[in-house]
């Protein structure tokens, strides 16, 4: 049973940012895919960023494509997802994925 804990979130304005952190347990982190999603109030869960095992391949929802990073550390069992020039429209919870299994989530709030 895989264990996630994300971190970093908080309140920011618009144009700031953060770095969340999915801290993962139960498991050998290194060989999966993790995710980054996220949903806002009234609004289904969406994809933001995944990244393979090996960081090789690492995909982003154009929403987010040149703004946000996703990056990993395998040694540390933890996994990144850096935000930058965050818009209002960015706001919800974050959620960090590996298969089945998802952590409590993390709020994120762009506001001014």
């Known amino acids: 049973q895989v264990q996630l804990a994300e971190s970093g979130g908080g309140l920011v304005q618009p144009g700031g940012s953060l770095r969340l952190s999915c801290a993962a347990s139960?498991?050998?982190?290194?060989?999966?895919?993790v995710n980054w999603f996220r949903q806002a109030p009234g609004r289904e869960r969406e994809f933001v960023a995944g990244?393979?095992?090996?960081?090789?391949?690492?995909n982003y929802v154009d929403s987010v494509k040149g703004r946000f990073t996703i990056s990993r550390d395998n040694a540390k069992n933890t996994a990144f997802l850096q935000m930058s020039s965050l818009k209002p429209e960015d706001t919800a919870v974050y959620y960090c994925?590996?298969?089945?299994?998802w952590g409590q989530g993390t709020q994120v709030t762009v506001s001014s």
């Open positions: 994925n590996i298969g089945r299994s």
């Open positions: 139960g498991t050998i982190f290194g060989i999966y895919i």
């Open positions: 990244i393979s095992w090996d960081s090789r391949n690492i």
